[in-house]
């Protein structure tokens, strides 16, 4: 695959308004090392509209021509330093095993810290907050949001850093001091200290949600028509393998309407079944469509021949195009509870930004929140991250949760 550059990361900014900035990636491969950069690529709230990446299996190298959000500055030599961060070491190369013979490391898992403050309520607060721990690259582990009657709110964040600063107190008082720049007088109080051991241990998953909440949310299937309303239709998705075309690898033909994450999604459940992309294609039209090839092959290096793998493979593949993030509202007595479950990958980590963009649809609804509360659970035989968001009594809420699942649904999926 030839020499490595200086240079593992080149970030090249577009010689003309309106046309993607490009990133080139060359650096040691490994298994899911593309889910890994399309997450950091979504996590910086940066669309991938076309892609291109080949491996010799020890070398790999990608481009992906990427857009921001309009009226959004990116920071990118922070998204630099993080696909830095994600890439293999070249000194890796040094050892005897590949990285596809040899089994990955486990990662040290982040210490787990409790964010306390109470403010006032209004309505988009917790999006605000939720806005400033990701600008501060905190990751929110678990959420509790109550609201009292008096509309005094207190907010408890289990959340982990990613510059791994916030033991120190220069850190947490940075963290309160923009909390406080946001908030203004209606916050009253700002603590950040270690969670407790046991505390920590509750992050894990548990299996131990209600059935009716399952049922709703996990029985999903394709639709044979195609969808109705505002939401794109999904006439068009199409998943197909071939092994005809090389010697070596399958192939693996996408075609559907893209959506915010497509390329994650994509990445993310290949990594999962420990499928190695040799070459892959990936391109989206301006009228939403996307086209995506991928010459794959087994951890093994064998191409994927049996018919079960095949349809198991194909067919989670097209649930994650249809639908790869469940959104649902239900009653709960007199109350109305949103209800949005996120996958996790098998390394732990789940979808960026989920509840930066639920809290924004709200508030863009203007739908307050009285109570929310993020949980994972295992359902099946995989792990999901559950958002349960508490809407409150107001029967117009009831009658509008057609209104509020599309609006949150498009927001996760980037449809404008």
């Not at 330093?81 to 890439?87: M, S, T």
């Not at 092959?297 to 018919?307: E, L, N």
């Not at 929310?372 to 792990?383: F, Q, T, W």
């Amino acid at each position: 695959m030839g020499l490595p550059s200086d240079d593992v990361v080149v970030i090249r900014q577009p010689e003309r308004p309106g046309e993607p900035s490009v990133i080139t990636i060359s650096c040691p491969d490994k298994t899911g090392l593309g889910c890994d950069l399309c997450r950091v690529i979504l996590l910086f709230g940066l669309s991938i509209a076309r892609g291109d990446v080949s491996t010799d299996g020890k070398w790999c190298y990608i481009l992906f021509w990427v857009v921001g959000r309009e009226g959004e500055a990116t920071r990118w030599g922070l998204l630099k330093k993080r696909l830095l961060g994600a890439c293999p070491l070249p000194s890796s190369l040094l050892g005897i095993d590949s990285y596809y013979t040899r089994q990955p490391d486990a990662e040290q898992q982040p210490q787990v810290f409790l964010l306390k403050f109470s403010c006032y309520d209004r309505l988009g607060l917790l999006h605000d907050v939720t806005q400033v721990l990701c600008e501060l690259e905190l990751t929110i582990r678990r959420v509790k949001v109550s609201t009292t009657p008096d509309g005094r709110v207190m907010d408890l964040f289990f959340i982990t850093d990613t510059r791994e600063l916030l033991h120190m107190k220069s850190r947490k008082d940075e963290t309160c001091a923009q909390l406080k720049a946001v908030l203004g007088d209606s916050m009253t109080s700002c603590d950040i200290e270690p969670a407790r051991a046991d505390i920590a241990a509750c992050l894990q998953a548990s299996s131990s949600l209600p059935y009716s909440i399952r049922e709703e949310m996990f029985g999903l299937e394709l639709p044979d028509e195609p969808s109705t309303g505002s939401l794109p239709r999904f006439n068009s998705l199409s998943v197909t393998m071939d092994n005809s075309l090389s010697p070596a690898h399958t192939l693996i033909q996408l075609c559907c309407y893209d959506h915010k994450g497509l390329l994650y999604d994509i990445m993310r459940t290949l990594k999962d079944y420990n499928i190695q992309i040799s070459y892959g294609r990936f391109y989206s039209s301006r009228n939403g469509n996307c086209e995506i090839d991928l010459f794959v092959m087994q951890i093994d290096g064998k191409k994927i021949v049996d018919p079960n793998k095949q349809k198991a493979l194909c067919d989670r593949l097209r649930m994650e195009l249809f639908r790869p993030l469940r959104v649902t509202v239900v009653s709960r007595g007199p109350d109305t509870e949103l209800l949005v479950a996120n996958p996790v990958e098998l390394s732990g980590k789940g979808r960026p930004l989920v509840f930066y963009d639920i809290t924004l649809a709200l508030k863009m609804l203007g739908t307050r929140i009285f109570l929310a509360e993020i949980g994972r659970h295992v359902i099946g035989d995989r792990e999901w991250e559950i958002y349960r968001i508490y809407l409150g009594d107001d029967q117009e809420l009831a009658a509008s949760r057609n209104k509020i699942v599309e609006g949150v649904t498009k927001m996760l999926m980037g449809w404008d």
